[in-house]
C-alpha cells in the first residue's frame, strides 16, 4: 500500500471540505479503493499506486480551481472527476476580459476605458502613472493586476504603499503604536486585497511578506525585485519621495503610481512630486501615463456630479485668479 501527503495552503475549510465534510465526502465516492484522510490542511491517501497517481491529478484540478475562483462548488466537483482532465482544464479556462475571480467566484474586470487601458499598458510598460479623479476604480484595477500577477507567479510579491500625509488629521494625535496610528490610513488598500484574496490567504501572505503594504518612507533604501509595486496617492509625495520611490525599481518589477492632482494634502506651498513627475517623465520610452476622467467613475452616481462640480468651480476659480492678476498688472500700468 502507498501513500501520498498533499498540504493545502491558504485554504478557507469551510469552503473547501464543506458544511460537515461534504464536499470531501462527496470527493471520497469517486475513488472508493483508496482511503482518504484529511486532518486541518493536510490530505492523505493510502492505497494503489495507479489510483493514488490518478487521484492526484484530479484533485490538484479542483485545488487549481479553487485558487483562481476562490469557491469550489458541488457541480465542479462533480465535472472534474467524471470527466477527461484535459476537458476539464479547458472548461475551467477564465473568460479573456476577467482580470481575476475574487471572493465567492466574483469576476473582476476592466469596467470602463480607461481602467482597460490600464490593464492594456501593463502588458507592455514596466512603470505606469494611472491619474485621475477619485472613484475611478485607479488603484482597485491596478492591484487586480497585481494580484492576477502574483497567482499567474509573475512576481514573487506584491508592494503597496502610500505616503503618510493626513487629509487636514494628524496621526501624532491618534492612540497605539505606529502600526495602530498608520493602519487605518492604509485600510483602502487592504479593503481591495480582502475582495480579491480569502482572509485565511491574505493572512499567510501578509506574514510571509509575499503581500507587504507600509507607509512610503519605510521604501527608503529598499530594490525592489521581482515585484508588483503599488503607490497609492502619489500626489501627497513630495518631489524627493516621489524620486527615492521610481529608484527603488529593481529586475523584473512592474510600477503602478496612482493619484488624483485635484487632491492634494502636502503642506502649503510643498510641490507635489506626481505632477513634476508627468511633466519630467511623459516622454521617456516605456513608461505609460493613464488619464482618467469622470466618465470613469464607478462609484455612487452622485460621486460623478460632486467630482464635476468641484472642477468647474476650480476652474472658475483659476479664471478669477487670471482675471485678478491682470486687473492689478493694468493698474500698476497707469499709476507709472
Known amino acids: 500500500m502507498f501513500e501520498k501527503l498533499i498540504h493545502l495552503e491558504g485554504i478557507d475549510p469551510l469552503e473547501f471540505f464543506g458544511v460537515n465534510n461534504a464536499k470531501m465526502n462527496l470527493i471520497k465516492s469517486f475513488f472508493p479503493k483508496l482511503i482518504i484522510v484529511y486532518r486541518g490542511n493536510d490530505v492523505i491517501i493510502k492505497g494503489d ?13 479542483i485545488t487549481d480551481h479553487y485558487n483562481q475562483f ?43 476605458p480607461n481602467q482597460r487601458v490600464l490593464v492594456d499598458v501593463s502588458k507592455t510598460s514596466d512603470l505606469i502613472f494611472a491619474i485621475g479623479p477619485a472613484g475611478t476604480g485607479k488603484t482597485y484595477t491596478a492591484i487586480a493586476l497585481a494580484v492576477r500577477a502574483l497567482k499567474n507567479r509573475e512576481i514573487k510579491r506584491i508592494i503597496l504603499s ?60 529598499r530594490t525592489l525585485s521581482n515585484a508588483f509595486v503599488i503607490l497609492d496617492e502619489a500626489q501627497n509625495t513630495t518631489i524627493n519621495q516621489m524620486k527615492m520611490f521610481l529608484t527603488r525599481m529593481g529586475l523584473n518589477t512592474k510600477f503602478v503610481v ?19 513627475a508627468k511633466k519630467i517623465l511623459k516622454n521617456i520610452k516605456d513608461i505609460s501615463f493613464v488619464q482618467f476622467d469622470v466618465n470613469d467613475i464607478v462609484r455612487h452616481r452622485l460621486v460623478r456630479d460632486i467630482v464635476m462640480a468641484y472642477e468647474k468651480h476650480h476652474a472658475h476659480e483659476i479664471l478669477r485668479r487670471e482675471k485678478e492678476k491682470e486687473k492689478i498688472k493694468t493698474d500698476k500700468t497707469e499709476v507709472k
Open 49 to 61: 499506486d495507479e489510483e493514488i497517481i490518478r487521484f492526484e491529478s484530479k484533485f490538484h484540478l
Open 70 to 112: 476562490n469557491v469550489l462548488p458541488n457541480d465542479v466537483i462533480n465535472q472534474v472527476f467524471l470527466n477527461e482532465s484535459e476537458e476539464v482544464a479547458e472548461s475551467l479556462d477564465e473568460e479573456k476580459d476577467i482580470l481575476l475571480f475574487g471572493i465567492n467566484g466574483k469576476a473582476i474586470r476592466a469596467r470602463t
Open 162 to 221: 502610500r505616503p503618510a500625509v493626513e487629509a487636514g488629521e494628524r496621526l501624532g494625535f491618534l492612540p497605539g503604536d505606529l502600526k495602530e496610528k498608520i493602519d487605518p490610513y492604509l485600510q483602502p488598500l487592504y479593503d481591495a486585497l480582502l475582495d480579491m484574496i480569502p482572509a485565511k490567504k491574505l493572512e499567510e501572505f501578509m506574514k510571509d511578506g509575499t503581500i507587504q503594504i507600509a507607509p512610503l518612507a519605510f521604501m527608503r533604501g
Open 258 to 276: 496612482t493619484g488624483d492632482e485635484t487632491q492634494i494634502d502636502l503642506p502649503y506651498q510643498s510641490p507635489s512630486g506626481l505632477i513634476l
